[in-house]
């Protein structure tokens, strides 16, 4: 044994602690194929912290960093290109305090609202979606596509909402986003300040404040994009037309879909 272990270059324990691991199953392996499972599923879509709350929803509970490690032991992480940094000549780069904080209780109507962009996949390519929700009832108050993930998607969102909430709108209205690239440009911080929005952003590598942005995409994707198969932009636009119709005047279908439900 000990000249089998100086020929391969390992210690004696070493060797003892291998042959001990033989036959038993990995750590993470049923995890790990939940993952693989779920990340199927998303078409490869899930980042560590969408993974995390869908296996949160399964009533698996587990740190979100363990998901992270977990996905990037098995190589399962998303395939989606991730968010590239605000790099422009001549842009200046925002950053605003994290005044939802969690806090997902709003008095009133259109006095705290979540935005964020997702991806929808088709047959013709990649159709962005940027969302704006109100916390007060979970309803989505304006949504835009684009073919382009662009500082402009996110300004016809604003644009929208402000014009079919005009009348209604809060004095003191918060707009909560994560730090991605669009969200800390000149032209959002010009633009909430035209609009006298007060801008509010999560916490780096924090997967709870953005939650209910999120979890509208998830719930979007799983009862309907993911089914109906969309095979271009416009099945696209009609699919995500009809079902946020659906969703904003279904009340009992929202009443579920708690802020509670989604962070504890």
Request: aromatic letters at 12%; a positive charge; hydrophobic letters at 35%.
């Amino acid at each position: 044994m000990a000249v089998m272990c100086k020929f391969f270059g390992v210690s004696r324990s070493g060797y003892y602690a291998f042959v001990h691991r033989l036959g038993k199953p990995e750590k993470d392996a049923a995890l790990a194929e939940l993952i693989a499972q779920q990340r199927e599923r998303s078409l490869r879509t899930y980042g560590y912290r969408r993974m995390w709350l869908w296996l949160k929803r399964q009533n698996i509970f587990r740190n979100p960093k363990t998901v992270l490690r977990i996905m990037k032991k098995y190589d399962l992480l998303s395939e989606i290109r991730r968010r590239r940094k605000w790099q422009q000549m001549g842009q200046q780069v925002h950053k605003y305090k994290n005044l939802l904080n969690r806090d997902f209780h709003a008095d009133k109507p259109n006095s705290k609202w979540v935005t964020d962009i997702s991806y929808i996949h088709t047959k013709q390519g990649v159709l962005y979606l940027s969302v704006i929700r109100d916390i007060y009832d979970n309803s989505i108050v304006a949504y835009k596509t684009g073919t382009e993930q662009t500082v402009n998607l996110i300004l016809d969102t604003i644009r929208l909402a402000i014009k079919q909430e005009k009348k209604k709108v809060a004095a003191e209205l918060q707009l909560h986003s994560d730090q991605g690239a669009q969200y800390a440009s000149q032209a959002y911080f010009e633009l909430t300040k035209t609009y006298g929005i007060t801008p509010s952003m999560s916490r780096r590598g924090n997967p709870y404040d953005n939650a209910m942005a999120e979890n509208s995409f998830s719930i979007l994707k799983t009862e309907c994009i993911y089914r109906l198969k969309p095979a271009n932009f416009s099945e696209a636009n009609e699919m995500i037309d009809r079902y946020i119709h659906f969703y904003n005047h279904d009340v009992m279908y929202r009443g579920w879909i708690t802020p509670k439900n989604i962070t504890s």
